[in-house]
């Protein structure tokens, strides 16, 4: 899943493949929220990302990004 995370007084936002479900993102997210915690997603790469869940700005959860490869890949 590609999972973007949109970070308040961030000039950009965090854009991680995870191989988690959306449902185990979403409740992820959920709780960090309801608790005031911190948000702990894994990525692909088994890097974990934390973040504050009173700094989140938006989590957007999509499809996984395809790769293009070539010099005429749009």
Do not use: F, M
């Given at each position: 899943m590609e999972v973007k995370i949109g970070v308040q007084n961030a000039a950009r936002e965090m854009v991680l493949e995870s191989a988690q479900t959306p449902d185990e993102?979403?409740?992820?997210v959920q709780a960090a929220l309801s608790v005031g915690g911190v948000l702990t997603l894994e990525d692909?790469?088994?890097?974990?990302?934390?973040?504050?869940?009173?700094?989140?700005a938006y989590v957007e959860i999509g499809p996984p990004a395809s790769r293009r490869v070539g010099f005429g890949a749009a």
């Open positions: 993102i979403a409740a992820a692909a790469k088994g890097h974990r990302i934390l973040v504050p869940a009173d700094r989140l």
